[in-house]
Structure formats: C-alpha cells, structure tokens
C-alpha cells in the first residue's frame, strides 16, 4: 500500500541538524518487535518548547541511496513538541516492512542531552513492503507462543486435545472481547481475548470454512508478565497459526468465554492462499441497500448489520437494520414505518418514557442534585419528556425496534442518563429502562 507521512519537525536546532546529512536517504526497514519509545531531550529547545523524541528500533535495514546494509538493528528517530507527542500515534507495526525516508546521521551531538538515531526519519512512504530478506528477519520472531504455556483444566475440557494448522483470513480490527476469571481457582490476571476470521481451512483435517469464524487466546492481564503474548493480527491477512478445536460447547457459569481455535502459534503471516484472499476480497467489496425512506444504507460485514444516518426530527440520526436471515425485508419495512412516521412516534415514545420511568428519572436526578449541591427540586414529567434526545434506533433480527434517547445536558450535566425502549409496531413497548451509559 502507497500512502505518505510526515513526521515530526522539519526544522530542528541547528547544532541538531548539523548531527545529520543533508541529502535525504531512501530506506527499507524490518519494523519487527523491538517497541519503540520516546522522551524529552532536556537541554535542546524549539522556540520556547523543550524538544521531544520518537524513536523505532528496526530488526534490520538498508538504505537504498547508498547500498549500506545494517544488520544488527537501526533506530529511526523523529522530532517532535511535547503538544504533538501527545497527539500523534505511533505509526509502526511490529510485523511490517516499511519504505521511509530520512537524513543518514554523519557525526555525534556536541551538547550533553542530545538524543539522536541512526536516521532523522522525515516520511513513510510505503508498508507491507515486499523484500524476501527483511521478511525473514522479522519471521524470526515465529514461531510465535500465544498466552500461557498451561490453562486451566476446565477451559482445555473445552477443546480438542490435538493441536491442528490452520490458515485463517483475518479481517476484523483487534480483539473482540477479553474477561476475566474470577470464576477460577487460578490467576485471575488471565484473561481471554479473541479476534475474527472471514474464513479458515485446517490444514491438518483438510476442512475449510467461508463463515465467519473466530480464534481465542489467553494471556496474563499485566504487561510486565513475560508470557503476556497478545498477537497482533493485521486485516486483510493470512496467517497460518497452531491451534486446538473447539469441542461443541455445553452452558457453564464457571466459563465466562471460550470461542472458536484456541491458538497456541502463530507460524507464518501473509500466506498466499487463493480462496481465503477471495473471501478477504469479497468481504472488502461495499454491499450497500436503497431505501426511498433511509435512503442509502451500508452493509457492515463484521457484525451483519446494514445502517445509514437519516434525517429527522431536526437532525441526522444513525438508523441499524439486522442483516441476518431471511427476515431483512421485514425488519426493513419496520425501520420505514417507524422513520416515515418519527414524529408521531416520537411523541409516543416520550409519553411513554414520562409515564413509566418518571420515578426512576426523578430518583436519579435527585442524586445528581444532591452531588452537585444544588437546590432540590422534583424532575416533573413535562420537563422530563422536553428533555429527551432522539438519539438511534435498531430493527433487530426478529423484526423488534430498539430506540435509544439521552437525557439533556441542562438536567444531567455531563454524566448523561439513557433510555431505551424495546417493542414492535404491533405490540407497542415490551421493555423499558433508564440507567448511566
């Protein structure tokens, strides 16, 4: 992927600048898993800020200008003010190849407190980079172990005892869920932490599967725990990974999450596999549904939902319609009914809210009074009706709504209450609650 960023400074102290060369290198990185980190640079000044520093520690890289090759690791460094430090992300991941652009560093600082890499980095102007060499010396770092070396009884009851190869598709952004143990006689820092696939193939049974599947690790919850290992899947990827079969799970109060592979390794990333990049493809590919009343609404793949913002009520408002089954016409036709005629639902909805959850608004209203150290007052059910915001509405897979409203800013301030109401056009509300978001 072709795309550019600026980093940092483009002028520094000129007893800085003089530390590095003036013609501007072309460089391939190994990214890899050595972190990165940063500070402040106490006796250099910018204007009247202290001089902050980002810094990356490569596996290996080579600057294409000159043909140096760097074996044994290069640090990119890049020049910030304390504001931007604060703002800015880090723009590495660990398991990329990257092509950037930098000054090559040609002499040492003359001053005490000057921090300085091997590269002044000044653009990223590729990733995922394809350079077979920089490619293994990050796949060093695979075999990779995923989690603690041993987990509990209970949850391995939940698995194959085989561990098989997979390839997997992944596709969605980061991990899904992670809990606790506390239901476990164990240590209750583990947690569970899983991310999702648009399809997989067990290399080992020779099975494959385009529905959406998902894979499960645990790890230590504290950072400092040399097993806390949480693999960094990237979207759009294929990995092959070790994992154990799920078992058909049976309801347990003491199991507070298991889902799909249970993975152990991950062996390889951006495996070529031709009918799981299909999948990725496809999954990529908008899928988008006309409606004269939502107007343009946009299928989200990860969850199965289409959603659109629409107007009304004097503003845009975000409107979710279920996806799944052969119900959508219906649950379409329920989110059309209810946006072509918001208004008098609207009032339905509001009556509704004053009438049966006036006494639990007016008791947490008190409360907030009472924290703020203001003059009590009851919360009427005319005040409490005009202080409603529309916020959103989902049609769920039965053909249900969902509405959601806000409480005003002038009654709550900034911890703001919500309301939720659950019915059907037919049967009016079902469930009702107010509670703190």
């Not at 090559?104 to 653009?123: A, I, M, N, Q, S």
């Not at 209970?154 to 598709?169: R, S, T």
């Not at 703001?416 to 509300?429: K, R, S």
Request: hydrophobic residues 35%; charged residues 25%; negative net charge.
């Amino acid at each position: 992927m072709e795309w550019k960023t600026d980093l940092g400074r483009d002028v520094i102290p000129a007893e800085l600048r003089a530390c590095f060369g003036s013609e501007l290198h072309t460089y391939l990185i190994a990214a890899g898993c050595c972190g990165d980190g940063g500070g402040s640079t106490p006796d250099v000044r910018f204007g009247d800020e202290m001089l902050c520093y980002r810094h990356q520690t490569c596996l290996a890289g080579m600057d294409i200008t000159s043909g140096e090759m760097h074996t044994g690791g290069l640090r990119l460094i890049w020049y910030m003010t304390p504001d931007e430090t604060r703002f800015r992300k880090h723009p590495f991941r660990q398991d990329f190849v990257y092509r950037v652009k930098g000054y090559p560093l040609v002499k040492e600082p003359p001053l005490h407190g000057f921090y300085l890499g091997d590269v002044w980095l000044r653009e990223i102007t590729a990733e995922k980079v394809e350079h077979p060499y920089l490619q293994s010396v990050i796949a060093k770092q695979y075999p990779k172990q995923v989690g603690p070396a041993e987990i509990h009884p209970d949850v391995m009851a939940q698995y194959e005892p085989e561990l098989h190869e997979y390839l997997i598709a992944a596709t969605h952004d980061g991990s899904v869920s992670a809990w606790g143990w506390q239901g476990f006689p164990c240590d209750h820092s583990i947690r569970a932490q899983s991310m999702g696939s648009r399809g997989i193939i067990d290399l080992t049974t020779g099975a494959q599967s385009e529905a959406l599947t998902c894979v499960t690790w645990y790890l230590y919850d504290s950072i400092q725990t040399p097993d806390c290992n949480s693999p960094d899947f990237a979207e759009d990827t294929i990995y092959r990974i070790k994992g154990f079969p799920p078992k058909k799970r049976e309801p347990s109060d003491r199991l507070r999450f298991t889902d799909g592979v249970f993975v152990r390794e991950i062996l390889e990333s951006n495996v070529q596999n031709a009918f799981l990049q299909k999948l990725i493809d496809g999954f990529n590919t908008k899928v988008t549904v006309q409606s004269d009343v939502l107007g343009t609404l946009e299928l989200n793949k990860s969850t199965n939902w289409y959603s659109s913002m629409v107007e009304m009520l004097g503003d845009r408002h975000l409107v979710i319609v279920n996806g799944g089954g052969d119900g959508f016409a219906e649950c379409l036709k329920t989110a059309e009914t209810i946006v072509s005629e918001i208004e008098t639902w609207d009032r339905f909805f509001r009556g509704y809210i004053a009438e049966n959850l006036l006494e639990r608004a007016d008791e947490m209203y008190q409360n907030h009074l009472e924290c703020e150290e203001k003059e009590p007052h009851p919360l009427t059910a005319d005040v409490f009706r005009e202080n409603l915001n529309f916020e959103d509405m989902e049609i769920l897979a039965d053909g249900s709504y969902r509405v959601l409203y806000i409480l005003s800013p002038a009654l709550f301030d900034d911890d703001l209450p919500f309301v939720q109401l659950t019915g059907t056009i037919a049967g009016g509300v079902q469930e009702s609650e107010i509670d703190y978001s």
